[in-house]
């Protein structure tokens, strides 16, 4: 399943709490949340509602709860995110991503190691 619509900084960080805790309530979602964003209850409400609508969370009725969970997997989410990144910042091509993320000399050499361990697994498999 793909995400037709691209995540917001505030559905990512919904999302990572009802990764975490589902199936959950609004006022659980918020009550995880309150401390890093401030958010108000109806704030929490108002972002997950309009996620149900959008296809990125369901409800569930229990009684007089209203459980959510996600619709998408974190894997569906990140798969999507950085497939528009790529397609925005190197017009579709995977090869550049990979250069500029070499050329920022920021991977250790243990890291470089994994990439390169990865890389072989993958040529082998195909």
Not at 57 to 80: D, F, H
Request: charged fraction near 30%; hydrophobic fraction near 35%.
């Amino acid at each position: 399943m793909g995400i037709s619509n691209e995540l917001t900084e505030s559905e990512w960080t919904i999302l990572e709490v009802v990764w975490d805790q589902q199936p959950c309530t609004a006022p659980d979602v918020q009550e995880i949340l309150k401390k890093q964003t401030g958010w108000a209850y109806s704030t929490v409400k108002t972002i997950m509602d309009r996620m149900v609508i959008k296809g990125l969370l369901k409800t569930e009725r229990l009684r007089n709860l209203i459980l959510y969970r996600s619709v998408i997997t974190r894997r569906q989410a990140q798969s999507g995110e950085l497939a528009r990144t790529v397609q925005r910042a190197f017009n579709g091509a995977f090869s550049p991503l990979v250069e500029f993320l070499l050329d920022q000399n920021k991977l250790s050499k243990k890291e470089l190691e994994h990439l390169e361990q990865m890389i072989r697994q993958k040529r082998d498999r195909t």
